[in-house]
């Protein structure tokens, strides 16, 4: 069965301080996995979509990256407006299915 | 380019009334759409996938008698939740690929926040 798991839950940094999310998947068929942003009552942003393992992409301080089993966000420097909910999801040839994992909820201090 | 446009954004019903939730492709052909369903705090759950002209499939445990979704046409699906009742509330979302998986991902509506009294 497709899986996609996020750590940590929840993350505070302080502002500056960097850090990176993890989000590891078991995807039949994985035909890109994705980044997003989501504010509280609001829908996801599109952040990134990687497709194969090695694959790297940025954004302003945000840089995603795909291994075989594992994707991370890096937050390089984050400011307060950063604070958000970060999802992972990843969508299945296989299943034709687009699935998320849990979410991490990075709060930034100014 | 690609955005998904969802209706209404909140709304309060009655125990026992009907809701109906609309998603429509303003820029593109939404050939597929991906309804979700999110508790406070809690990730994105998938409810079901919807094809334009078939019957939507279903992921285990969401009754498809209590959240009819029609797939009438390539711009517009839409979720009914049937016979409300307060565990329905929640904020439910629908997503659909609006074209290049680059630039735009699967483009996500703005939700709907459903408060069932």
């Known amino acids: 069965e497709d899986q996609v798991t996020q750590s940590p839950e929840a993350l505070r940094l302080q502002e500056g301080e960097s850090s990176s999310l993890n989000c590891s998947y078991t995807?039949?068929?994985?035909?890109?996995l994705f980044w997003y942003r989501q504010d509280p009552g609001k829908g996801p942003e599109f952040l990134f979509t990687?497709?194969?393992a090695g694959e790297e992409k940025e954004k302003e301080r945000l840089k995603a990256t795909l291994t075989k089993k594992e994707s991370f966000l890096h937050i390089t420097a984050p400011k307060p407006e950063d604070s958000a909910t970060y999802l992972c999801?990843?969508?299945?040839?296989?299943?034709?299915?687009?699935?998320f994992g849990q979410g991490t909820t990075l709060q930034v201090k100014p | 380019g690609a955005v998904v446009s969802q209706h209404p954004s909140w709304v309060i019903c009655k125990s026992g009334t009907s809701v109906k939730i609309e998603c429509r492709s303003l820029?593109?052909?939404?050939?597929?759409m991906f309804w979700y369903r999110q508790f406070p705090k809690q990730s994105l759950m998938l409810m079901a996938t919807?094809?334009?002209?078939?019957?939507?499939?279903?992921e285990q445990g969401v009754e498809k008698d209590k959240f009819l979704i029609n797939h009438a046409s390539l711009t517009l699906s839409t979720l009914t939740v049937t016979s409300a009742h307060p565990e329905d509330s929640s904020f439910y979302i629908c997503?659909?690929?609006?074209?290049?998986?680059?630039?735009?991902?699967?483009?996500f509506g703005s939700g709907t926040r459903l408060t069932v009294v």
């Open positions: 995807v039949s068929g994985l035909r890109g």
């Open positions: 820029d593109f052909q939404a050939t597929t």
């Open positions: 997503s659909a690929r609006g074209g290049l998986l680059d630039r735009y991902g699967y483009t």
């Open positions: 990687l497709y194969s």
């Open positions: 919807s094809n334009e002209g078939s019957k939507a499939t279903y």
């Open positions: 999801g990843g969508f299945g040839s296989n299943t034709g299915k687009l699935i």
